[in-house]
């Protein structure tokens, strides 16, 4: 006998038991967004390698490690999207929706990156992604961060997160910046870890993300970015803070926070916790005014982050937040009792959810003995039954609570549709 086909390490399924809190995830960050004015857009996980090379530079770990890239059958070279910005800024500027205008966006859905599996990191991972275009001020900037102050709020969490924010000037500030941290690094060299090592030449500003514990020692005497920063960008970080300050958003000031992406410029910020051990980020972004511009457009300021949603579900599970009824799937399970209700059954169901839009009803079927469907109602998580017995119009119907031992009352059928009304009122 041939082995099981198992799912891909680190691409984990999402089963029923689990897809409620997806959907109340998913259900609350779209009407938050619809509520702020911003605009749902979609595009494929499947790209042209070049738009990440292009975007999130070549010496990166996404490029260099983690993307999964391959060539099809024209000989093109394909890669499973990392991240959405790139593919954003791509879609948006491909539709026309760019060139003197403003834009607020959000996307959902699915990113893939090969790296190790641990508890916050998957190979296959989702993602929110909220991106703003054309507007150059630091009032889009205080709105991204109020925003994700309102994600937290609405999921209960807000005690649990903590942003943390920096600029990083202009693409100018950080050439010179660059300048500085080489020549500190160069007589360094040899006791850099090997990574460091190579992007010294490539890309000496990736050094400030080395995970290598020697390496960030090293790193504690270094120039910092901070003493680089050009008046326009330190003015308009200001005005940031200002607001957050107003707002009464409770921020650190970190000047080491520097993302991981090479597009970014100005402010860059992250919601961490301590909840999640290693995988502490939760949400992430900062301003990127010259990516348009980089991808083949028209300059154009932009601005915006990316929530990890496995991330967000964990810290939910972790502390407890979960709202109350947010695993119960059902209202009502309807028994078919009996060798000719079966038709009738299906034909009440139909009526019932058509004059009741939101009730969650599952009709028995397969046949069985009364006790064998109750078995299956309880198990089901329906908070009542509905059991219909008997032969046409000799048939009964009763009304069971499965959540009390309160005996079965039997109702009349035109009774059915108001009484399950004042049921779902009650919840």
């Known amino acids: 006998m041939s082995n099981k086909i198992q799912a891909i390490r680190g691409m984990n399924d999402v089963l029923p038991a689990e897809s409620s809190r997806w959907q109340y995830l998913e259900h609350v960050l779209r009407a938050l967004l619809g509520g702020h004015g911003y605009r749902e857009i979609r595009f494929p996980v499947l790209e042209q390698t070049q738009l990440f090379k292009r975007s999130i530079g070549e010496v990166t770990d996404i490029v260099e490690k983690e993307m999964y890239t391959f060539e099809d059958r024209n000989g093109d070279s394909l890669t499973l999207r990392p991240e959405g910005t790139a593919c954003c800024v791509r879609a948006a500027e491909q539709g026309g929706l760019l060139y003197n205008q403003t ?23 989702h993602q929110l992604g909220v991106e703003a275009f054309g507007m150059a001020d630091a009032d889009i900037e205080a709105e991204l961060l109020l925003l994700c102050a309102e994600f937290w709020r609405a999921f209960g969490v807000e005690d649990l997160v903590q942003l943390e924010l920096n600029s990083i000037g202009s693409s100018e500030d950080r050439a010179r910046y660059g300048v500085a941290l080489r020549d500190f690094l160069v007589p360094l060299r040899l006791q850099l870890d090997e990574d460091s090592q190579r992007r010294l030449e490539s890309n000496v500003l990736r050094i400030l993300d080395s995970k290598d514990p020697a390496t960030q020692a090293l790193l504690h005497d270094a120039p910092r970015l901070t003493a680089f920063i050009g008046d326009e960008s330190r003015q308009r970080f200001d005005r940031l803070l200002t607001v ?60 915006g982050f990316a929530m990890g949603l496995e991330r967000l579900l964990l810290l939910l599970t972790d502390s407890a937040r979960w709202p109350a009824g947010i695993d ?21 169901a139909r009526q019932w959810r058509q004059a009741l839009p939101t009730l969650r009803l599952l009709t028995h079927c397969g046949g069985g003995k009364y006790n064998a469907q109750l078995k299956k109602a309880y198990g089901s998580g329906a908070r009542h039954a509905l059991i219909l017995e008997g032969d046409g119009p000799q048939s009964s119907i009763k009304l069971k609570a499965l959540t009390s031992d309160e005996p079965a009352t039997e109702l009349r059928l035109a009774d059915v549709v108001p009484r399950l009304r004042q049921l779902l009122q009650a919840h």
Not at 103 to 125: A, C, D, I, T, V
Not at 285 to 298: A, E, P, T
Request: net charge positive; glycine share 14%.
């Open 244 to 303: 957050l300050a107003e707002a009464g958003i409770p921020f650190r000031h970190n000047a080491s926070l520097v993302r991981g992406l090479d597009y970014y410029n100005g402010m860059v910020f992250e919601w961490t916790t301590e909840r999640l051990g290693a995988q502490a980020t939760v949400c992430a972004g900062g301003r990127y005014d010259n990516l348009v511009r980089q991808l083949g457009g028209s300059p154009t300021p932009a601005v």
């Open 328 to 348: 119960d799937c059902l209202d009502v399970y309807l028994a078919l009792v009996g060798g000719g209700v079966q038709a009738q059954g299906l034909l009440l």
């Open 103 to 125: 834009q607020k966006l959000w996307y959902m859905g699915p990113m893939y990156r090969h790296e190790r599996p641990q508890k916050g990191r998957y190979r296959q991972f």
